[in-house]
């Protein structure tokens, strides 16, 4: 490759960057909008922790898929996948479709934040890799502090060329995403060495199963009863999910999704919990303070978008 092939294709990748960690926070300040449109308020949550657990579980696995078919062909699938997504997602008429087309999304934007690292590795000498992916970490950054703000000044719109200014927080993703799409698939020739790599399917399955009735039970809880019996299957199937999933990866040893060897080192368990606890801190401040913000404070979903800039 060219040293202009290889600009522009870290121009496409850093496009996948900005659009996939974007979506992470866009539709905080654009949720009550979304929610009264829909109709669907108290569903809410699920716009935004589908398109995060299945982005999450997705990451590792598309690293090793492309170890096995090569970069660019995964790459070019993950952000077709994410397109495809934001298309529908700007088309949904409830926020149940619109959780399941955010999950669609999910499913392309962990490819797109994985695979750009690696990709990364792969054209740039060692000597330099560093500050290009400083760059792309700062990308990520970046796109997640100005989502709130994208999405409130879409929100805040009534129509923009006669479609509904929401709509526009995922549609606005198809131009960019393109240009994306069309800089790796012309510009990006690596050499392909195949390998062998298992894919932890029951790990994922698992994960799944343990994160998904918690958060059924965490958005229903105060509707059911916390001790409910409803409430007391999501806890069930819960903890049985997270001891599968432990269960699973000792299983997998090296190839699972999260190998739990990793976790004999000290400092990668520490910098694991201080990045559950700034995940919490960050994505519940992302979610709520804007709904704070335009349900008690009154303000429109562009004022909210600004005052949640740092």
């Known amino acids: 490759m060219t040293q202009r092939e290889i600009m522009l294709v870290l121009l496409g990748l850093a496009f996948g960057m900005f659009l996939a960690s974007l979506d992470q926070t866009v539709v905080s300040t654009a949720m009550r909008t979304i929610a009264d449109d829909l109709q669907g308020l108290s569903q809410q949550a699920w716009v935004t922790t589908s398109y995060l657990i299945v982005s999450t579980v997705v990451t590792p696995i ?22 495809l997504g934001s298309l529908l ?8 479709e619109l959780a399941a087309f955010r999950a669609v999304q999910g499913l392309g934007a962990g490819g797109l934040m994985s695979l750009a690292f690696t990709i990364i590795a792969d054209i740039i000498a060692p000597r330099e890799r560093a500050r290009y ?14 989502g709130p703000l994208i999405g409130g000044f879409f929100a805040g719109s009534a129509d923009i060329v006669g479609i509904t200014g929401w709509r526009w927080v995922f549609l606005l993703n198809l131009p960019v995403g393109a240009i994306a799409l069309f800089m790796v698939w012309r510009f990006l ?16 399955v698992t994960v799944i ?19 409910s019996a409803n409430a007391m299957l999501c806890y069930s199937i819960g903890v049985a999910g997270i001891v599968g999933f432990i269960a699973a990866e000792k ?10 060897t990793l976790f004999k080192s000290v400092t990668f368990s520490q910098f694991t919990v201080l990045g559950v606890l700034v995940g919490f801190s960050m994505f519940g401040a992302m979610m709520t303070i804007p709904l704070f913000l ?8 562009t004022e909210s978008g600004i005052q949640m800039l740092p």
């Open 209 to 227: 199963a343990a994160v998904t009735p918690l958060l059924l039970v965490a958005e229903n809880g105060r509707e059911w009863g916390w001790m």
């Open 133 to 146: 992916q400083g760059l792309f970490i700062a990308v990520f950054g970046a796109s997640s502090v100005l």
């Open 62 to 83: 598309a690293g090793k898929l492309s170890d096995i078919y090569g970069r660019r062909p995964i790459y070019i699938i993950s952000i077709g996948i994410f397109l």
């Open 89 to 96: 997602s700007g088309l949904a008429t409830s926020m149940i």
């Open 294 to 301: 335009q349900l008690v404070v009154g303000s429109t979903p």
């Open 189 to 204: 020739h690596v050499p392909q060495f195949k390998q062998n790599h298992k894919i932890d399917w029951l790990g994922v």
């Open 251 to 260: 299983k997998m040893g090296e190839a699972a999704l999260i190998p739990l």
